[in-house]
């Protein structure tokens, strides 16, 4: 036995489980329409919810900022990378938010990672819901804290342990995901938070898949909720929604200020890049100033999930653009998935460990991007392999 067989063991066992993950190439700026592996499909899976990916005005803005400041930050934050950028962009997403302060991050993953270590170790406890991202479980891990999970979306199960366990431990921090991005199901937030009060627990919400689709004109699930100040950490991302790369907390002045001096990744890593920076200035400007592009996501969303159940697809809890079409085993999964690319549709297949065995299903992204035709031209393709393989 060589020290590295396990390597060809395990590539060869998730070949067989149908759990292999094919990466695709994209050779297109995204939107509706993108080249994958040379081939023109329509865009079913990317985060781009709004189109800001490829949008001409942060197009615009992030050469600007090149012309500017250049390409790269050389430096951590704290040493020599703020540059006048993010001191805007924080400025200007924390009076997007309604939140006294933000904290910008090299990604959402980063924010989180930054984020739960700094504000709780060893002699904490974590109550986590049980399908909350792998950045708040990694980010959990490495606080040292105990993790406790709850019930999904269950704050009587929250509750529960609050009250049998809590008393145990120096700090408690309650953490859910605010739009879960497997299932598209809203977490029940009003209801966490009076809990997570009660029993004097910080309050934490990852709004990834919220920010730029829930709330006023995007603003989010805590605005969707009338929670501002209510929850202590509201951690989101310039990645998906937004369209370009980053993260970010808001929160009030003090825990921001916290972050500064205590967050790791904020201490260790570089800044975020100049043109990232900018684009993602613009992204909030034009979503500060008009709403459109969010009624246009959703207009859509209802359409295309709508046909879908008339169709007789099970679209499982979905509360937002996010439409998991349920498919149960991971093979049949790849196999919907590689049917619908030979019709020109690009929608990934997505199986354990993202998601529990036995409930593989292809997520469909929905975006302001796509037209009335390209979600017509989806359910058609979407009914014939769907009869083609039994499935409806
Ligand atoms: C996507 C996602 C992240 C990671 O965000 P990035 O900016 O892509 O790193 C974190 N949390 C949740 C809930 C997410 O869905």
Redesign the pocket.
């Known amino acids: 036995m060589g020290k590295l067989d396990f390597i060809r063991e395990e590539l060869e066992n998730l070949k067989k489980e149908g759990l292999y993950i094919i990466i695709r190439t994209i050779e297109s700026p995204q939107g509706a329409w993108i080249v994958v592996d040379g081939k023109k499909v329509l865009n079913l899976c990317s985060?781009n919810y709004l189109g800001f990916a490829n949008h001409p005005v942060l197009r615009e803005k992030a050469k600007e900022a090149i012309e500017k400041f250049g390409v790269g930050p050389a430096a951590v934050r704290t040493i020599a990378g703020t540059m006048s950028l993010h001191n805007e962009l924080e400025r200007k997403l924390a009076e997007f938010k309604g939140a006294e302060a933000t904290i910008s991050f090299q990604?959402?993953?980063?924010?989180?990672l930054a984020t739960i270590p700094a504000l709780v170790g060893r002699e904490d406890a974590i109550f986590s819901d049980e399908l909350?991202?792998?950045?708040?479980i990694d980010g959990s891990r490495l606080s040292r804290a105990t993790i406790i999970r709850y019930n999904h979306n269950d704050p009587e199960d929250l509750e529960k342990k609050l009250r049998e366990e809590g008393g145990k431990y120096r700090r408690k921090l309650v953490v859910t995901?605010?739009?879960?991005?497997m299932d598209g199901d809203i977490a029940p937030l009003p209801e966490i938070a009076e809990i997570a009060a009660k029993y004097d627990a910080i309050m934490m919400v990852?709004?990834?898949?919220g920010e730029g689709v829930l709330g006023r004109g995007g603003r989010g699930i805590v605005d969707h909720f009338g929670l501002h100040g209510k929850v202590d950490v509201e951690?989101g991302?310039?990645?998906?929604a937004f369209g370009v790369?980053?993260?970010y907390v808001a929160g009030s002045k003090e825990m921001i200020e916290y972050l500064r001096q205590k967050a790791r990744p904020f201490l260790f890593s570089s800044a975020v890049t100049p043109p990232d920076v900018a684009a993602s200035i613009a992204a909030v400007d034009i979503l500060t100033e008009s709403d459109e592009l969010v009624q246009k996501l959703w207009d859509n969303a209802k359409y295309f999930k709508e046909n879908m159940k008339k169709l007789g697809f099970d679209t499982g809890k979905s509360q937002t653009p996010i439409t998991p079409v349920m498919l149960g085993e991971a093979k049949v999964a790849q196999e919907f998935s590689k049917r619908l690319f030979d019709e020109g549709i690009f929608a990934q297949a997505i199986g354990y460990p993202t998601v529990p065995r036995g409930k593989a299903r292809i997520r469909v992204m929905i975006s302001a991007t796509h037209s009335k035709e390209d979600l017509d031209f989806a359910l058609e393709k979407f009914e014939k392999v769907g009869k083609e393989l039994g499935v409806i």
Not at 132 to 136: D, E, G, P, V
Not at 237 to 240: P, R, V
């Open positions: 985060n990604s959402g993953f980063n924010a989180n909350n991202h792998a950045s708040i995901d605010g739009v879960f991005s990852d709004d990834a898949h951690v991302t310039l990645s998906k790369v980053g993260g």
